[in-house]
């Protein structure tokens, strides 16, 4: 059974709703320009606090990893990203990010075990990673799309095949694909000697806009990244341990513009929304191929 909040307190469309780690708790935000926080109890709910600052519509709200303490992110049209953190029962904002200069369109966390790092996709054509160490916050930030930067997600922090490998996999490996308006999707990877990300891969293939992309998170036997396009299908990339950067797409063709496409937490299934109002959750099969497993259009 799905539960259903009537009243979401919301004056305005809901542009994002993400639970954290352990279900309880749900970040909502909105074009109000506000972000509001439920506690989740079986089937029960209680909005316990509203966050306010952003000028603009707030596009995405993202968990960070527990480890690091109670915290979320936020991101909006007035080009800012805002870190909130919960401690004693109260929400305080304790760092904005205001180096973009257009919408900042998507948030993501990278896997705990890189460290805490939030990956920041904005319509200025920039990515920017914003680093929390030794108690403070540093950013890079760098040109991905020329004209806009849709999506990203990072890769799995083990290497692809390493669960099933004899050899002794290396250590954790920061990664990111990005989703443009330029039709490509870029893979990004960092470079401990400069100090930098650099593009591993230019993905072609994609005849309109990119808006979004998901890095799968298993790490069996090869690497999954999924881009929805406006031009109405998903590829499903997929690489493997042995050629890393050679990745070969496979097309999913839909009836109408694919605005988001999410795997499931052991990367094997993946959900796809579109502009038809339908879900379709996707399973490879035996022989390489993806199939429907089931649509959702309530």
């Known amino acids: 059974m799905a539960q259903v909040i009537p009243n979401s307190g919301h004056e305005d469309m809901i542009h994002d709703a993400v639970l954290d780690y352990y279900g309880r708790r749900l970040a909502t935000c909105s074009s109000d320009k506000t972000i509001k926080i439920f506690e989740i109890e079986g089937e029960n709910h209680r909005l316990t606090e509203t966050l306010r600052g952003h000028e603009g519509a707030v596009w995405c709200v993202s968990w960070a990893h527990p480890k690091y303490g109670c915290i979320l992110a936020s991101s909006s049209f007035d080009g800012r990203v805002f870190i909130w953190r919960e401690a004693n029962n109260s929400w305080a904002r304790i760092f904005a990010f205001t180096g973009h200069t257009a919408s900042v369109n998507l948030l993501s966390w990278s896997p705990h075990e890189s460290g805490c790092l939030l990956a920041c996709a904005s319509s200025d054509g920039n990515v920017s990673v914003l680093e929390f160490a030794d108690n403070s916050w540093s950013h890079q930030i ?22 099933v490998s004899a050899k002794p996999a290396p250590g954790t490996v920061r990664r990111f694909v990005t989703g443009g308006s330029d039709n490509l999707v870029k893979i990004w990877e960092w470079s401990p000697d400069t100090k930098t990300y650099t593009t591993q891969a230019t993905l072609r293939g994609h005849t309109d806009w990119v808006r979004d992309v998901a890095w799968s998170p298993s790490t069996l036997s090869r690497s999954y990244i999924a881009s929805a396009s406006q031009d109405k299908s998903v590829r499903i990339w997929t690489a493997t341990p042995a050629a890393p950067n050679e990745w070969t797409s496979t097309v999913l063709n839909f009836e109408a513009v694919v605005w988001r496409a999410s795997w499931s937490l052991s990367g ?21 191929g993806w199939e429907v497993v089931r649509e959702i259009t309530e």
């Not at 040109?143 to 083990?158: E, F, K, R």
């Not at 094997?268 to 390489?288: H, I």
């Open 142 to 163: 760098f040109p991905a799309h020329g004209i806009g930067v849709n999506a990203v997600s990072w890769a799995p922090a083990g290497v692809a095949g390493s669960l």
């Open 268 to 288: 094997n299934v993946l959900a796809v929304s579109g502009g038809d109002g339908k879900v379709t959750l996707w399973k490879e099969n035996l022989k390489g």
